[in-house]
């Protein structure tokens, strides 16, 4: 039963536009989320978070929107840029004295010059 | 430089053997955690610590061992009950007390034959 799902595995944008990435998850009792990157045979890197008392978080190009009516997260990029193109997964944890992610299944965008 | 190091980058074992994956880290973090990732699949945790000489199964802990001897180090083994070993297997650590961001390491390839 996956509890974090991304369900578009696959994403193409023209360099300059906006990147969104969806994350949707079911459980109500996540409260902080996380979106990480990562290139081929290399490991994830931190992007930006946000915790469910706020709806959204920006830092420079990158904007992350939290639904938490809908339990649905998103990833805004603009402009896209050829170096954004990776695979980018959410991540999902509660805040019980526990560090555990959940990770979605990631989706990989591909900026087109 | 602070840092997560994984080594080595590729690794060719035989079936029925064991083998154990380094993960050592400077960042003075006190949890440490072991993933891995299939094609197609999301980041699937193994195990976890959020202090030395204690370790919590993660989700599919079946096949795997850990210690945590060092607050540095969190040796993963791989051992012949794991059915399908071979895997991209990713380390990661965060400080504890409430920051969730996880720092990974540069994976380690392993291909069992």
């Known amino acids: 039963d996956q509890q974090v799902k991304q369900n578009s595995p696959s994403l193409s944008v023209q360099e300059g536009r906006i990147s969104i990435l969806n994350c949707d998850y079911t459980?109500?009792?996540?409260?902080?989320f996380l979106w990480y990157k990562k290139y081929p045979a290399e490991g994830p890197t931190f992007l930006i978070s946000?915790?469910?008392?706020?709806d959204k978080n920006e830092d420079g190009r990158f904007t992350v929107f939290l639904n938490k009516s809908a339990k649905h997260l998103s990833l805004h990029i603009v402009p896209s840029q050829p170096g954004d193109s990776a695979v980018y997964f959410c991540?999902?944890?509660?805040?019980?004295?526990?560090?555990?992610?959940?990770f979605g299944t990631g989706t990989r965008l591909t900026i087109i010059p | 430089d602070g840092g997560i190091t994984q080594s080595p980058k590729y690794l060719f074992r035989k079936e029925g053997q064991n083998v154990t994956l380094s993960c050592e880290q400077n960042?003075?973090?006190?949890?440490m955690y072991w993933y891995r990732q299939d094609p197609g699949q999301g980041l699937r945790l193994i195990y976890y610590?959020?202090?030395?000489?204690?370790?919590q199964k993660g989700d599919i802990a079946e096949g795997y061992s850990v210690s945590r001897e060092k607050k540095e180090s969190f040796p993963l083994t791989v051992t012949s009950a794991q059915k399908n070993p071979t895997a991209f297997y990713l380390c990661?650590?965060?400080?504890?007390?409430?920051?969730?961001?996880?720092?990974f390491g540069p994976g380690t390839r392993l291909t069992v034959t």
């Open positions: 990661a650590s965060s400080m504890a007390s409430g920051r969730y961001e996880q720092y």
């Open positions: 459980n109500s009792m996540f409260d902080y």
């Open positions: 946000i915790s469910s008392i706020k």
């Open positions: 991540a999902v944890t509660t805040n019980f004295g526990n560090e555990k992610l959940t």
């Open positions: 960042l003075n973090h006190d949890a």
């Open positions: 610590s959020q202090i030395v000489n204690d370790f």
